[in-house]
Each structure stands twice: as structure tokens, then as C-alpha cells.
């Protein structure tokens, strides 16, 4: 059994890869979630801990080298990631430096101040107001904090596990079913899109390089692609012809927003969809030795997930 062990808190999209990766390269692995679930590895052990508990994650994380904080708000909401996420960044970042672990983070590219212009890691972040100002307040309170941490900032998601993304259930099964797709903003704007086990394999090399600690990073990210030419990309990797791709209008989801909450939360970040949205990683694929999965085979493997899902999904029905 290896010595050194990696905590990994949240088992969604990030934090299952990181953990799969982590246990894939031989290390020993701790996932903690409320419900105790996780890959399921020889090398991976599982709890059931809610992290904003300081009591029980300062137990979980005694023994640890390094910290993958990976959870994500009980909903997505200002409401709740003002309630949830800080009291839980704040447990973790107290119990790893007690146990001298660095904390590395998946960040968003919500809290860059200026993403009309190309962001790199210089870019500034100190949007204020929702969930904009939320994620500027937490990366500020990392920076403050006497615990080593790496914050490693990814586009939006696709790849494997990844559900709940523009690029992931909204897009992936209506291109495998032949259907029409509807994407929000506009279909023709410069979108930066993150193969999720390129941000994983980020963070596990940021964590492992003291160098680079106390850091924004990008994770290896492709050049932006339309919302238009990634379901093409989708499409040609699964073999189906290119879905038709309509548009839901900025004006559309603000009217229906006065009515729906969940909508009014999708609206308030069309501002990424309506212009260009676009990162740049290339100075953090130099320091970190990495670069990003081809589109190509990024988009074969998406595919690939999303066709073994299906019947997966129907079995557990």
C-alpha cells in the first residue's frame, strides 16, 4: 500500500477524474462526500463527511500530503454558494494546513473582471456581484490563507461524467439521438470548452510541483470553438450528421428568469455566450509540462462516455 495519501473532496465530473487519475498512477486516494460514493479502485477509500464540518474534516485529512477540493453547491445559485462554499473552503484550508497539505482548487473564469479580453493568468479577477463576486471572494480568501493552495482555472466543462454543462447533457444526448440542439446566447461566438481529464491531470501535477504553489493556473485548454463547431466536433466523433443548432436569445431567458429562478441563475451568465469568451492557458501548459487532449480525441472519448451511459442509465432505472 503506497504511503502517501491524496484527499480528494466531491465526486462530480472533477473529482471523480482526479481521483480515478490519482489511484490510475498508484497513489493511495481518499474521496469525501456526503453520501460516501466514488470510483470504485482497490486504492481508493471512501467516506461519508460533509467537508463544512471542521471536526470531521480535520480527521479525514490528518494523514495528507495534498487536498483536491472539488465540491460544488448544493444548487446553482449565489443563494447557495454564498451559504456553502466559503464555511467549507475555509474547514478544509484550516484542517490541510494543520496537516501541512496543499489545497489545489478547480477554479471558473466567472471571477475575471475584463473577459472581453483574451484572460491569462495576469488577467484580473475582482468581478463583484452573484456568483461573479462569490468566486472572487473565495480565490481572495486563498490568497490570504497561511495554507499553501493552487487554484488551476478551467472553461466551461465536457468530457466524460460531465452532465450538467452546456456541453454536456444539453448537447451530447441530442446529438447522439439525432435531434436538434438549442444553446444559449449565440451559436457563433469564440467559447473556451475544458476537457475535464486535462483539468484533473493539471491539478494533480500543480499539487505535486511546490513551485508552482500559491498560484492561478489555466488548465491546458484548446483554442475556443463556437457552440456551433463543438457539437459539429461531437457529431463527426460519433459518426451522425451535424445537428441543426437554434439559438434561446438573451431577451428570451431574461423574460422567462422573472418566473424561474433556475433560469434567472443560466441568465445572469449569458455575458459569456453572447461575445467572445476566450482563455488562454499557454503559459501555464509550459510550467506544468502539459498540454491539452486533441480535440479530436477529446470528442471521440466524450462520445464514447456518454454511449456506455445511456444503457448504464436505463439498468439503475
Known amino acids: 500500500m503506497p504511503e502517501e495519501l491524496f484527499v480528494v473532496t466531491g465526486a462530480g465530473p472533477v473529482g471523480w477524474t482526479v481521483a480515478e487519475q490519482l489511484a490510475g498512477q498508484g497513489h493511495r ?31 479525514s485529512l490528518a494523514d495528507a ?29 484550516a484542517a490541510a494546513g494543520e496537516a501541512g497539505a496543499v489545497v ?10 475584463e473577459p472581453d479580453r483574451v484572460m491569462t493568468e495576469d488577467s484580473p479577477r475582482a468581478a463583484r456581484g452573484g456568483k461573479r463576486g462569490v468566486r472572487s471572494a473565495l480565490l481572495q480568501a486563498r490568497e490570504a490563507s497561511a495554507t499553501n493552495t493552487v487554484s488551476v482555472v478551467a472553461g466551461d466543462f465536457f468530457g466524460p461524467r460531465v452532465r ?26 469564440p467559447h473556451s470548452f475544458t476537457f475535464v481529464p486535462d483539468l484533473a491531470a493539471a491539478m494533480i501535477k500543480a499539487a505535486q510541483t511546490p513551485a508552482l504553489w500559491n498560484r492561478v493556473l489555466h488548465a491546458p485548454t484548446n483554442p475556443a470553438l463556437t457552440q456551433q463547431q463543438l457539437a459539429g466536433a461531437l457529431a463527426e466523433a460519433a459518426g451522425v450528421p451535424r445537428p441543426k443548432v437554434g439559438v434561446l436569445p438573451g431577451w428570451l431567458l431574461r423574460a422567462v428568469g422573472v418566473f424561474s429562478a433556475d433560469v434567472r441563475e443560466i441568465a445572469e451568465m449569458l455575458y459569456q455566450f453572447q461575445r467572445p469568451f476566450v482563455m488562454d ?37
Open 29 to 59: 486516494v481518499r474521496v469525501l462526500t456526503r453520501s460516501g460514493s466514488g470510483p470504485e479502485h482497490h486504492l481508493i477509500e471512501k467516506r461519508a463527511v460533509d467537508v463544512s464540518d471542521r471536526t470531521l474534516v480535520a480527521e
Open 164 to 189: 450538467t454543462s452546456h456541453a454536456g447533457e444539453r448537447m451530447v444526448p441530442r446529438i447522439l439521438a439525432r435531434r436538434p440542439l438549442q444553446v444559449v446566447g449565440s451559436a457563433d461566438q
Open 65 to 93: 500530503s495534498a487536498v483536491f477540493h472539488c465540491i460544488h453547491g448544493s444548487a446553482y445559485s449565489v443563494k447557495a454558494w454564498e451559504g456553502e462554499l466559503p464555511r467549507a473552503e475555509a474547514a478544509v484550508l
Open 104 to 113: 489545489v482548487f478547480p477554479e471558473s473564469l466567472y471571477s475575471y473582471s
Open 281 to 317: 492557458s499557454a503559459a501555464s501548459e509550459a510550467a506544468l509540462d502539459l498540454g491539452p487532449t486533441p480535440p479530436t480525441a477529446a470528442a471521440r472519448m466524450t462520445v464514447e462516455w456518454w454511449r456506455q451511459e445511456a444503457p448504464a442509465a436505463a439498468a439503475r432505472s
